[in-house]
């Protein structure tokens, strides 16, 4: 049953410190992105990487968030520092095609910055 | 700036009685409408794709219909294991980008 994982699930920390949340897309899956949900402003989207190399990251705040793709397999989102603002579900999908194409959501890492 | 609005925010209905949730959006030259389900505590899950006016996709008792304008999620006689937030989403100004509505909240009640 091929299905995205994200790690950590849960992840509660101090403002100023640094958060790493990692993303295993679906096998095969060639495009990877990254979402932030709050109750607020919904499901926004932060970032996404084709073949692995970016090709938006608009939706980051440039100065505290960057995404990487190291190898196909792993993708990963962090925040340094982290502020209280920073709190919300982040979720990574991935999706196979050359266009706008159904994704493919992971069960998300829930952060909280106290 | 491509724009998705649904209604209602939230809705409670009985098992068994039918109704209907709307995605009306703003975006030139649509390249597809897309239906999903979000539980608590879980990412959305992928239901239909629509591309064109006219079109329609059910899935047990759920069917997606499109027109130019808007979009409905037809649920008849509901369960409460259908009770979920349902999402809309429309490509946005990249190539793969997808714009999400806030979404419906449904609530089955038995």
């Known amino acids: 049953d091929a299905r995205v994982t994200q790690t950590p699930r849960h992840k509660v920390t101090e403002m100023g410190q640094e958060v790493t949340m990692r993303c295993q897309p679906i096998l095969g899956h060639n495009t990877v992105f990254w979402y932030r949900q709050t109750m607020m402003q919904g499901l926004e989207l932060l970032a996404y990487?084709?073949?692995?190399?970016?090709?938006?990251d608009s939706g980051m705040p440039k100065d505290r968030f960057s995404a990487e793709m190291p190898d196909a397999t792993l993708a990963t989102l962090k925040i340094q520092p982290s502020e209280p603002r920073d709190s919300a579900v982040y979720f990574c999908a991935s999706g196979l095609g050359t266009g706008p194409y159904e994704q493919y959501f992971g069960p998300g890492t829930r952060l909280t910055v106290t | 700036e491509d724009q998705v609005t649904q209604s209602p925010e939230a809705l409670r209905l009985q098992e068994g009685e039918s109704s209907s949730l709307n995605c009306s959006y703003t975006?030139?030259?649509?390249?597809?409408l897309f239906w999903y389900r979000q539980d608590p505590g879980k990412g959305p899950e992928f239901l239909f794709t629509?591309?064109?006016a006219g079109e329609e996709k059910e899935k047990e008792r759920l069917k997606a219909t499109l027109t130019k304008k808007e979009s409905f999620l037809h649920i008849t006689a509901p369960k409460p294991e259908d009770s979920a937030t349902y999402l809309c989403?429309?490509?946005?100004?990249?190539?793969?980008?997808?714009?999400f509505g806030k979404g419906t909240k449904l609530s089955v009640i038995p």
């Open positions: 975006v030139s030259g649509l390249r597809g």
């Open positions: 629509l591309y064109s």
């Open positions: 989403a429309v490509p946005g100004a990249g190539s793969y980008q997808l714009t």
């Open positions: 990487f084709r073949n692995r190399a970016p090709l938006d």
